[in-house]
């Protein structure tokens, strides 16, 4: 499902117009980032749950060369879903 086809479902799901369930999930997108960038958990109902987490410095070695490399530390989203979902998923959607 593509970016369109997601917000012509949304939209009849919910009975708005396509250009406002777009702004709608655009708002929602953004509220969601700046809640990240902010280092906040974003906790969606019946869904799971959305962090950040730092992930430390470390060595690679780039196995073509052998060359040992920095790679700077980082924050990484992570997500966990809920239990509900988890059990919705192993049961094929049911």
Do not use: W
Not at 15 to 43: C, H, P, S
């Amino acid at each position: 499902m593509n970016n369109k086809e997601f917000i012509a479902e949304l939209a009849e799901r919910t009975g708005y117009t396509a250009k406002d369930t777009q702004t709608l999930a655009t708002n929602l997108i953004n509220a969601m980032a700046d809640a990240f960038q902010e280092d906040n958990t974003v906790l969606v109902p019946n869904f799971g749950l959305f962090e950040t987490k730092k992930k430390m410095e470390r060595i690679m070695v780039n196995p073509s060369t052998g060359q040992r490399m920095l790679v700077p530390p980082k924050l990484v989203l992570n997500f966990k879903p809920n239990q509900t979902l988890k059990t919705q998923l192993k049961g094929g959607g049911q």
